[in-house]
């Protein structure tokens, strides 16, 4: 299967997804939740969709039970909607790459807080002559 319709087509889902969870998707255990990335097998007959919960701990095990029960309800629509020749099976998948960019962002910071420190008591040193 070629890259660039396999790229389309799970452009069109990854909106169809997200437009369906926000719009028709009525589950207050879902609370916020934003579609990232839709990958698609070659043969476009199954779809992982990946998604970013702003909850943690039990809510955000809610949230993916939410999902799971949602599923089947999701590739209905889809299938009306896309109008492919096979609708793909659905299977949603935690991204976790915003929290990671995260935790760098907030290390990145602490390193930047502690370098004028390291860096004054580098310069309180003489510094060593250079022999020529």
């Not at 799971?68 to 790459?97: H, K, M, N």
């Not at 990145?108 to 510094?127: K, L, S, Y």
């Amino acid at each position: 299967m070629a890259g660039p319709r396999r790229d389309k087509v799970s452009d069109l889902v990854r909106e169809e997804v997200a437009r369906l969870l926000q719009m028709e998707v009525h589950d207050a255990r879902l609370g916020f939740v934003t579609v990232t990335d839709v990958r698609m097998s070659a043969d476009l007959k199954h779809a992982r969709v990946f998604v970013s919960l702003m909850s943690s701990g039990p809510a955000r095990q809610h949230a993916l039970e939410a999902l799971d029960a949602v599923r089947s309800f999701v590739r209905r629509r889809l299938g009306q909607t896309l109008r492919l020749r096979y609708t793909p099976e659905i299977v949603f998948a935690l991204d976790t790459s915003i929290e990671y960019g995260a935790r760098i962002d907030t290390l990145i910071e602490q390193t930047h807080a502690q370098a004028p420190e390291a860096e004054g008591a580098d310069r309180t040193q003489d510094p060593e002559p250079e022999d020529k």
